[in-house]
Structures are given as structure tokens and as C-alpha cells.
């Protein structure tokens, strides 16, 4: 993270930071590189809007021109979904599916 924002160029260089980091992650830089006027963003889920994205991926989806299935790497039940939050933690899963019903 650091590095990215620390080899931005002055006056209109931009780290954007994607993902969700290490929970042991700590973000430390001297002030002059703000005040140099490096901007540093940060993005959730792309700054996806779900109310007016989603109607657009589900048909894209049903019309079979959207392959989710290849980026489920997992599936757990609602029983055993402290093991979906393992796999994310440890980094072992692109996405995992919650059955909330049945095994």
C-alpha cells in the first residue's frame, strides 16, 4: 500500500487502494506527501451500486453471457459459515456460497 502511494508523482499522482487488507495492516507516511498533493482513494467492491448495477448482471447472467460459476471456489452451509470467513481471512476462496437451506 505504502509503496504505491509513496511513488505517485507530485502535484497529480493517485493510489488507489483495491481489496481489503491484512488486519494487521498499518498505513504510515509523512505528511508532506499529502501536502505535496498525492491523492490516495480507496475502493469497496469497486464502488459498485448494487440498486442500479445488479438488475443489469442478472440479466446478463440469464442470458448465460455472465460465467459466475467459475469464481465460486467454495460452498458452505449456513451451519458452517465460520468456515466461509476462514477462507476469506486465510486468502483460500475467490467467493464462497452460504446455502441457506438444505446441506
Not at 499522482?13 to 480507496?42: C, I, M, Q, W, Y
Not at 448495477?53 to 440469464?62: A, I, K, N, S
Not at 468456515?83 to 441457506?100: H, Q, T
Request: aromatic fraction near 12%.
Amino acid at each position: 500500500m505504502i509503496q504505491a502511494f509513496e511513488s505517485c508523482h507530485d502535484g497529480w499522482g493517485v493510489a488507489v487502494l483495491v481489496g481489503v487488507p491484512h488486519s494487521d495492516a498499518v498505513f504510515a507516511t509523512s505528511p508532506v506527501n499529502f501536502l505535496n498533493e498525492r491523492t490516495l482513494k480507496g475502493t469497496f467492491f469497486g464502488n459498485y451500486k448494487p440498486r442500479s448495477d445488479l438488475p443489469g448482471l442478472v440479466e446478463l447472467y440469464l442470458a448465460k453471457k455472465l460465467e459466475l460459476e467459475k469464481f465460486i471456489t467454495h460452498e458452505v452451509s449456513f451451519a458452517d459459515i465460520n468456515k466461509a470467513f476462514d477462507y476469506m481471512i486465510k486468502g483460500e476462496s475467490l467467493r464462497c456460497v452460504v446455502k441457506m437451506i438444505g446441506n
